[in-house]
């Protein structure tokens, strides 16, 4: 997890815990609303820039294996004398 990842969910939380507290000490719901959907845009955008990440990783993990065997392919024929 990095950093923007962090805080996106330390903000989610946090706009719960607002959202909530709110809510207990008899705050209408029209009123504090924007809290509730402040905390929902910052866990849809933490999955989001997660999903991001983590394909970002797969190809960087999938180009190196393809990349890693052409060079070994290119090393076992330069070392039997052949070119690639």
């Given at each position: 997890m990095n950093l923007k990842e962090t805080l996106l969910l330390s903000a989610a939380v946090g706009f719960f815990l607002i959202w909530m507290g709110e809510l207990f000490n008899g705050i209408p719901l029209k009123a504090s609303y924007i809290w509730a959907?402040?905390?929902?845009?910052?866990?849809?955008?933490?999955?989001?820039?997660?999903?991001?990440?983590?394909?970002?990783e797969e190809e960087r993990v999938?180009?190196?294996?393809?990349?890693?065997?052409?060079?070994?392919?290119?090393?076992?024929?330069?070392?039997?004398g052949r070119k690639a």
């Amino acid at each position: 997890m990095n950093l923007k990842e962090t805080l996106l969910l330390s903000a989610a939380v946090g706009f719960f815990l607002i959202w909530m507290g709110e809510l207990f000490n008899g705050i209408p719901l029209k009123a504090s609303y924007i809290w509730a959907m402040g905390s929902i845009a910052c866990l849809l955008y933490f999955q989001y820039a997660k999903n991001v990440r983590l394909k970002q990783e797969e190809e960087r993990v999938a180009t190196k294996r393809s990349t890693g065997g052409i060079e070994k392919k290119q090393i076992s024929l330069k070392r039997k004398g052949r070119k690639a």
